[in-house]
């Protein structure tokens, strides 16, 4: 096992022991309504009654690999060529265009094969090739389940985000997040389940990207900036600058009262009653949500281990909040504000995905180790991708052309395995030729992982049943543990 | 059915060319077709027959390829092979993966992909025996299945949606004594039958409240409350009239009724954020326009019409109504790849032909954008037959005032700048030669700046524009294969839904087509237009629609609860000209939605969803309602009609003048709407959930929105320095709930205010009052 694992000295907590510790939380708060939770649980496991929230945890349709899911968004199209899909066949082919390589990209540039300006080395038991640019990310290559051979419908980035983040061209359907909180709940009342984050610009397309879409509005994505946050302003409203704790518990207590004097006339109105248990809710939140956010309650040695990247800040959060059960995190990188920060690879693949790399790279490491050792990557599925890749030719002097016959996303943890590698592009890294992976397949995949059949996750609207992977998908049995 | 046969003909004809095909080719060579078998049919059947033969699981893209004619047809994307051209042999481009690419698994070594060239050039021999021209019908393509699967008169018959509105006699009930109208005959039958008693008449207070939110969205005040209670212990019949005839001759009667078909039309004020991102700067015009259509009781066959093609049909202002469509996403390509291109034009017409489907016909078209409708008789011809009326149209900003008018403003604003350009060159060019003007420059100078300033003080003023639809071409288009255009199959002449209107429609030969396409929607004889604004109306006002799906009338549809019902109010609707204000009173002045909502345990035992009325369904406020009910009741409501939106939530305006994104993540005023439910703009919104969320909560509790009502609301308590405490519970409760208090809950107030901290920041008497306003009862009408 690489050194890289035994650097934070914290003792593994189990997920046991961490449920039991936010639950002395909230009761050391003195103001959280046990029965409200348990009220809203038993309901939720009665045949043929809708759970009182629509937040209730709902049993999956087969035992899951994974519980939570932690997406590390990378938009912009990261090429593969650069990071992990190592093609020495370019170099000896520098300048040249063969045939396997001469597909139109979007600026349709006739240029050559461009070799990568980074050197390559082989880690980890696997003996995995990876980039220079990502040395963390090399040392947990053991624990990565690397496919080479995804591809997707069209090469910009508007759309192909879409297609990754709602399994859609069009941003007119519910987010990946968005249905697995619909199909699975939450596992924290207290907190939203599903949480995007972003440092300074959001992800091209924004809300689409975590949103509901025709969903229910509980199961749309919470946004956050990593940039300006401030853990008591996550929600809007969630703190209270009129009231001290004490007044403002009296004043919900009235509340509560006056409602309770208004259920009591209009007998068996199932919204009433949620609605005073939501009302208990939004109380606890107004706690627990900047408890959940506040980074600084972590170690010294478990925020060194991080970084102080922007983007490490999210993947420390993406871990606080996994452990406290929020179900779906999506954790975007930007750059200097720009929303699609790998494309700066279109002028410049040295400098561009340099600095990106730099940017990410410390931070996904240190999320894998975190989780590993807290013991929370078993059932924790890490996804790390962007909407598509770059192709091996190049584009002007320095830079490569959008790639979407052929791309890389990885995956971690949440039973997949780990060390392995699944389908591949073309020796030059253009197409995926072996095994190959549209983003529909990802999604059913992931899905599968979480106890869910993509088939079977379906939402009436309008009168038909929508799913995320639309007609499509196969769940890629190959690579789950 | 003698409309069909020319078509079917036609089809047939098709298909029987597909059919005859093979038969004709010449007997291969004993080498073809020992290289076919040598070397073809191993590869088809180790790379295509997963997916493309009869024992394919799940067959795909409707292609078969394990016989030479079932290759020839093809399947959704069209013929795979052309014996003997190669070029243009879909199967080629696939395993060279420049269309689709096949096998998914992998590309095929170069050398199989010239075997496959090579067998096309001979002709794609194959042996005789392996023809399978008896294949399943199921297996036919879709331009086969075309011909022969509607069976259009079994269809018009079969599906009550497509039968003619019919008008029934209203049924015979026991109870006489409580039917006021014909509505309650239809609906007191089916209860007795079931054996259920409708609720008993609701408490006039109730009612009232009721009413008003329902026609107006807003609470009546509490000396409109006396009135009307006072009014009904003497005749409550009339009392219920005068006050529906009242609210819908008040100008919130508009704007409570156009924020319902807004949803329909998907309004927003743009800012897609994604590849529609253009701002619609002029949207509130079309929004203004629903208000005054509303008021004016327009037939709603007009406004049907002009909503298509008001641009055509009326007058300038009239064109205004065509932001219906106008307003929707209507996308770009961020790249100019080819494919996102069609990707995007294909997007912004499947907005127009969803929102005309489902928004005014209720029927599911955009699904057959792909392929034929998997469960409605809505072939992938149909749809193309109207999308291209809206391939001939465009969407922009156009002026509202007469082209005399803009060119007037035009050649002034010219004449202005001419002007500038005069006096500019001149001084430049003294400027430049670094010396003063002469004594004839310097007069010359004065003359045009005074004509200057002449020429801005008598400017007319800017025109006024709309976003609005204009016709830009007058041709068909082809079907687009599997929904790709840039995959062009047959032509899809322009003419209405042939389910609709029948073989024989005549083209759309007006330019676009819209007019010709305004009139078939708005006809007396297509059955779904008025039905399905007649369920929407009903579904406003009883929080159920008749037809539980009211932007779905088609297989996958609900039936209507009371189909006779329906037909009845339809056919009602029709009889007065389709006037919108007439369906209303047919509905508020009867039995049935003036019942009390108590609930009734056997009752909701037998029917716990309602479907037999037999109380009326309590509602949430939906959040313009809500929000204007707050500002009502605290005495701060700006109660002016129209013009430019806010993005301020703190604004005293009604929320229908919000601005909205078309994603709903633009203004401030997006945030506060989706927390209450308000749906994405981006399709035609059927109707609106209700989600109890604890983010509602937070706002009720902590928003500085709340805090200034509630301290607006004690202003306005106490206003009478002299009433008591009691005195002020009393009149918070009329004002807000439309009843006083019981002894309890004036008891409950009278603690709290006595006991509450007196906060610096909110006394007691806001804590009390943030709470009146933040409860359960102000947020439902019952």
């Known amino acids: ?481 | 059915m003698p409309a069909l046969r020319p078509h079917i003909a036609l089809f047939l004809f098709a298909f029987a060319l597909a059919e005859v095909c093979p038969a004709e080719d010449a007997p291969f060579s004993a080498d073809q077709i020992e290289f076919f078998e040598a070397k073809v049919r191993p590869l088809l059947v180790k790379h295509c027959y997963e997916c493309h033969s009869r024992d394919s699981k799940k067959l795909k893209g409707a292609l078969r390829l394990d016989g030479r004619d079932l290759a020839i047809r093809g399947g959704d994307s069209g013929s795979a092979i052309s014996p003997g051209k190669p070029a243009e042999s879909l199967l080629l481009e696939a395993v060279r993966w420049e269309s689709f690419e096949m096998p998914p698994s992998g590309k095929l070594k170069p050398a199989e992909v010239a075997t496959l060239e090579k067998w096309i050039e001979l002709g794609a021999p194959w042996p005789a025996e392996a023809n399978s021209s008896a294949a399943k019908p199921s297996d036919a393509a879709p331009s086969a299945k075309q011909a022969a699967g509607y069976d259009w008169t079994k269809w018009r018959k079969e599906h009550w949606a497509f039968q003619p509105v019919k008008k029934r006699k209203p049924p015979r009930v026991a109870d006489e004594a409580w039917p006021q109208s014909d509505v309650d005959r239809f609906v007191l039958s089916r209860l007795e039958r079931a054996g259920l008693s409708p609720a008993p008449p609701a408490e006039p207070r109730v009612l009232v409240r009721r009413i008003y939110f329902d026609l107006v969205g807003l609470p009546p005040t509490p000396a409109e409350v006396d009135a009307f209670v006072a009014t009904c212990e003497r005749d409550r019949p009339q009392a219920v009239r005068e006050l529906v005839d009242r609210l819908l001759a008040s100008p919130h009667y508009g704007e409570r009724w156009a924020r319902h078909w807004l949803d329909v039309a998907r309004y927003s004020d743009g800012h897609g954020g994604f590849l529609d991102n253009a701002e619609y700067a002029h949207a509130w015009r079309y929004r203004d326009w629903v208000v005054a259509a509303f008021n004016a009781d327009m037939p709603f066959d007009k406004f049907i019409k002009l909503q298509i093609a008001g641009d055509i049909l009326g007058d300038r202002r009239d064109a205004v109504a065509t932001g219906f469509f106008a307003l929707g996403p209507t996308y770009n390509s961020d790249g100019g790849d080819p494919d996102s291109v069609a990707q995007a034009q294909a997007e912004t017409l499947s907005d127009r032909l969803d929102t005309l489907g489902r928004g005014m016909l209720g029927l599911t078209l955009a699904c057959a954008r792909c392929h034929d409708h998997k469960f409605d008789p809505l072939p992938q011809q149909d749809y193309y037959s109207l999308a291209g009326v809206f391939n001939n149209t465009a969407a922009g900003e156009s002026p509202l005032a007469p082209p005399e008018a803009v060119d007037a403003f035009n050649q002034h604003q010219q004449a202005i700048k001419d002007c500038e350009k005069r006096i500019n060159d001149a001084r430049n060019k003294i400027n430049n030669e670094k010396r003063e003007p002469t004594p004839e420059e310097q007069r010359q100078l004065d003359e045009w700046t005074a004509e200057l300033s002449q020429l801005r003080q008598s400017a007319p003023p800017p025109y006024a524009t709309a976003h609005m639809l204009r016709d830009s071409g007058a041709s068909d288009m082809p079907i687009a294969i599997r929904g790709d255009l840039r995959k062009p199959g047959e032509q899809a002449p322009r003419r209405f839904l042939r389910i609709l209107a029948g073989d024989d429609a005549p083209p759309f030969d007006d330019a676009s087509g819209r007019r010709q396409l305004a009139e078939a929607v708005a006809a007396p004889t297509n059955p779904l237009t008025a039905r399905v604004m007649v369920n929407r109306i009903w579904m406003h006002h009883f929080g159920e629609a008749l037809v539980r799906t009211p932007s779905n009338f088609g297989v996958l549809g609900e039936k209507p609860t009371h189909p006779q019902l329906l037909d009845w109010l339809t056919a009602t609707f029709i009889e007065s000209g389709q006037s919108i204000k007439s369906l209303h009173r047919a509905i508020l002045l009867s039995s049935t939605y003036q019942m009390s909502s108590t609930f009734n345990e056997a009752a909701f035992r037998a029917d716990g969803d309602n479907r037999l009325l037999w109380r009326m369904n309590p509602n949430r406020l939906d959040v313009e309602s809500w929000r204007d009910a707050l500002l009502s009741v605290t005495g701060e409501l700006d109660p002016n009609l129209g013009g430019e939106p806010t993005d301020r939530v703190d604004s005293r305006r009604r929320t229908l003048y919000f601005k909205v994104s078309r994603n709903g993540d633009v203004f401030a005023t997006d945030e506060f709407l989706r927390l209450f439910d308000f749906p994405l703009m981006r399709a035609s919104v059927e109707s609106r959930p209700t989600s109890i969320v604890p983010q509602q909560f937070l706002f009720l509790l902590n928003s500085p929105f709340m805090v200034e009502r509630a301290r607006a609301l004690v202003k306005r308590l106490h206003a009478d320095a002299a009433k008591s405490d009691a005195d002020r519970i009393q009149l918070a409760y009329k004002l807000l709930y439309q009843r006083p208090p019981t002894a309890e809950e004036v008891d409950v107030g009278r603690a709290y205010i006595a006991t509450a901290p007196d906060s610096n920041h909110l006394s007691p008497w806001e804590q009390y009052a943030q709470v009146l306003l933040g409860a359960n009862e102000f947020m439902y009408v019952r």
Request: hydrophobic content about 35%; some cysteine; charged content about 25%.
């Open chain 1, 1 to 481: 096992m690489p050194q890289y694992y035994h650097r934070d000295p914290l003792p593994p907590i189990s997920r046991r022991d961490m449920l039991s510790r936010i639950g002395a939380g909230f009761g050391t708060l003195g103001l959280a309504s046990v029965m409200a939770d348990s009220r809203l649980f038993a309901a939720a496991e009665q045949p043929g009654r809708e759970p009182a929230s629509p937040l209730a945890p709902k049993p999956p349709h087969f035992a899951p690999k994974a519980k939570r899911v932690i997406q590390l968004f990378m938009p912009g199209g990261p090429s593969q060529v650069d990071t992990f899909d190592y093609k020495p066949a370019i170099a000896a082919h520098a300048g040249q265009r063969p045939a396997a390589v001469d597909r139109k990209s979007l600026r349709n540039t006739k240029n050559g094969l461009m070799p990568s300006p980074f050197g390559f080395q082989q880690h980890g038991q696997c003996g995995k090739w990876v980039s220079d640019i990502f040395p963390h990310t090399a040392r947990c290559v053991d624990d990565i389940a690397f496919i080479h051979s995804m591809h997707t419908d069209i090469p910009e980035h508007a759309g192909a985000m879409m297609m990754m983040n709602v399994g859609h061209l069009q941003p007119s359907r519910p987010s990946m997040g968005a249905w697995l909180v619909y199909g699975l709940g939450s596992e924290n009342e207290n907190l939203p389940g599903f949480v995007a984050m972003s440092p300074r610009a959001q992800p091209r397309g924004k809300l689409a990207n975590w949103g509901n879409a025709f969903l229910p509005g509980a199961y749309a994505g919470t946004y956050v900036n990593i940039h300006d946050m401030r853990p008591d302003r996550i929600l809007g409203d969630l703190k209270n600058q009129y009231l001290a704790r004490d007044d403002q518990r009296r004043q919900a207590d009235l509340l509560e009262r006056l409602n309770r004097l208004d259920l009591a006339r209009q007998t068996a109105d199932p919204q009433l009653d949620a609605s005073i248990q939501a009302m208990e809710m939004a109380f606890r939140m107004q706690f627990a949500v900047p408890e959940a956010f506040d980074v600084d309650r972590e170690t010294k040695s478990t925020l060194d281990l991080y970084g102080p990247e922007e983007y490490a800040k999210g993947c420390l959060l993406a871990r606080r909040l996994i452990e406290r059960g929020v179900r779906c995190v999506q954790v975007s990188l930007s750059i200097d504000g720009y929303d699609i920060a790998w494309d700066t690879g279109h002028d410049d693949i040295v400098g561009g995905h340099k600095r990106l790399a730099d940017a990410c790279d410390r931070g996904i490491a240190a999320l894998l180790t975190d989780l590993k050792q807290r013991g929370l990557l078993d059932e924790t599925l890490v996804i790390w991708g962007g909407e598509f890749g770059r192709a091996p030719t190049s584009e002007g002097q320095k830079g490569r052309d959008h790639d979407h016959y052929g791309f890389t996303t990885w995956m971690a943890g949440g039973g997949v395995q780990g060390g392995i590698t699944y389908g591949a592009t073309d020796e030059f890294g253009l197409s995926a030729v072996e095994n190959r992976v549209h983003v529909h397949d990802l999604h059913a995949t992931i899905l599968h992982l979480m106890g869910l059949d993509h088939e079977r996750l379906t939402y009436r609207y309008s009168g038909r049943d929508f799913r995320l992977t639309d007609v499509q998908g196969r769940v890629i049995k190959n690579i789950i543990a």
